[in-house]
C-alpha cells in the first residue's frame, strides 16, 4: 500500500502541483487566476462527459485575455471526478425546476445510451441534467471565485518570481527602447 501512496503522490505532483507552480510563478494577477479556476471548475462539471476540454477552449477563446488558460484547462482536468459525482445532482435538479418524471438510473439505461437505443426518456434526462447545471452555474463560479481569491492571493506572493516593482508600469516601459521612425 505504502508503494501506491507513493505512486499517487509523485502523479500528483506531476500532474497538479508542478503546473499549478509554474502558472503561480509566471506572474499572473491574482483575480485573473481565481476567475480562471472557477470558470475551469464549472465548465469541467459539465454534465455530459468528454465535452469539457472543448468548451474550455471556447471559453477561451470568447474571453481572451480576461482569463488565463492554462489555468482554466488545470482546473478543468482537476475537476474531472467531481463531473461524474455531480451528473446525478444535476439530473435531480433539472427534473425538480421541469416538474418532469423521476428518471431511474439503472445499469439498462446506460447500455441503451452507448448502443445507440436510447430512449426518449434519456435524452429528457439528459436535457434536465444541462438545466440543473445551467441553473447552477453562476452560483458555483461566483461561490468558487470567492473561494479561491484570497487562495490565490496568497500562492501568488508565495511564489511569484516576479518583484513587486517589475510590475510597475514604468519600470516596464523603461526596459523597452524606442525606436526612430524613418519616414
Known amino acids: 500500500m505504502a508503494i501506491s501512496k507513493v505512486r499517487l503522490k509523485a502523479w500528483f505532483d506531476k500532474k497538479i502541483t508542478e503546473p499549478l507552480v509554474q502558472i503561480l510563478r509566471r506572474g499572473a494577477e491574482p483575480k485573473q487566476l481565481s476567475f480562471s479556476a472557477a470558470l475551469g471548475v464549472t465548465i469541467g462539471v459539465f454534465p455530459i462527459c468528454g465535452v469539457t476540454v472543448l468548451l474550455c477552449g471556447v471559453a477561451i477563446a470568447l474571453l481572451g485575455s480576461l482569463c488565463h488558460a492554462p489555468t482554466v484547462m488545470l482546473f478543468n482536468f482537476i475537476a474531472t471526478p467531481i463531473e461524474l459525482s455531480l451528473m ?6 433539472g427534473e425538480k425546476l421541469t416538474g418532469g418524471p423521476h428518471f431511474p438510473l439503472t445499469s439498462d439505461a446506460l ?3 452507448f448502443t445507440g437505443q436510447a430512449s426518449r426518456e434519456v435524452f429528457l434526462s439528459i436535457d434536465n441534467a444541462l438545466l440543473g447545471w445551467l441553473i447552477a452555474t453562476p452560483f458555483v463560479i461566483v461561490g468558487l471565485y ?4 484570497p487562495c490565490f492571493k496568497i500562492l501568488v506572493r508565495n511564489f511569484s518570481s516576479v518583484s513587486p516593482t517589475a510590475k510597475s508600469p514604468t519600470s516596464m516601459h523603461s526596459d523597452f527602447k524606442s525606436k526612430e521612425r524613418v519616414a
Do not use: G
Not at 88 to 93: A, K, M, Q, T
Not at 146 to 149: G, R, Y
Open 88 to 93: 446525478v445532482p444535476f439530473l435531480r435538479l
Open 111 to 113: 447500455k441503451k445510451v
Open 146 to 149: 470567492i473561494l479561491f481569491l
